[in-house]
């Protein structure tokens, strides 16, 4: 008494089939295709004040006022610096360009001043725009330096 085997062979091969190909598939964010992010700043520079870092950018021509910036931060004691490796960053904050935190300088340039810094330490900075809806574009290029003036 034989059995056919042919029709399980069959149903193992289709399931098997289901799975392979609902596992697969592009992987990425799940942003909606309609949400467009800005585009990242590329002039983000640093600059050691006595007591403070001076950050200074300018605004991308393809984004307008209604964005907001998110500005991050690394801190690491000068001896264990090791500018251009992976940072870890920090939001120090999220500002609109109306905040009074923000200067501006000219048509489309910022500036943003830290003033919790400590002499003898590594900063570096990364500055993203985001737009009203809350999703943030590339961060900027980075802009490091050892604070020693006191």
């Known amino acids: 008494m034989r059995r056919n085997r042919l029709p399980g062979a069959g149903l193992g091969?289709?399931?098997l089939l289901i799975l392979i190909f609902t596992g697969c598939?592009?992987?990425g964010d799940p942003l909606p295709p309609q949400v467009l992010l800005p585009a990242a700043i590329v002039d983000l520079s640093a600059a050691s004040?006595?007591?403070e870092v001076l950050l200074r950018w300018s605004l991308p021509d393809s984004i307008d006022g209604s964005c907001v910036f998110k500005i991050l931060r690394s801190e690491t004691v000068a001896k264990d610096a090791c500018p251009g490796c992976p940072q870890k960053y920090l939001t120090l904050g999220t500002l609109a360009?109306?905040?009074r935190r923000l200067g501006r300088e000219g048509e489309r340039g910022f500036r943003y001043i830290d003033t919790a810094v400590r002499t003898g330490y590594f900063y570096s900075y990364?500055?993203?725009?985001?737009?009203p809806a809350g999703h943030c574009g590339e961060a900027s290029n980075e802009a490091g330096l050892i604070h020693n003036i006191r």
């Open 49 to 51: 004040l006595p007591e």
């Open 126 to 131: 990364r500055v993203a725009v985001c737009n």
């Open 97 to 99: 360009p109306s905040d």
């Open 13 to 15: 091969a289709i399931l």
């Open 25 to 27: 598939g592009k992987k």
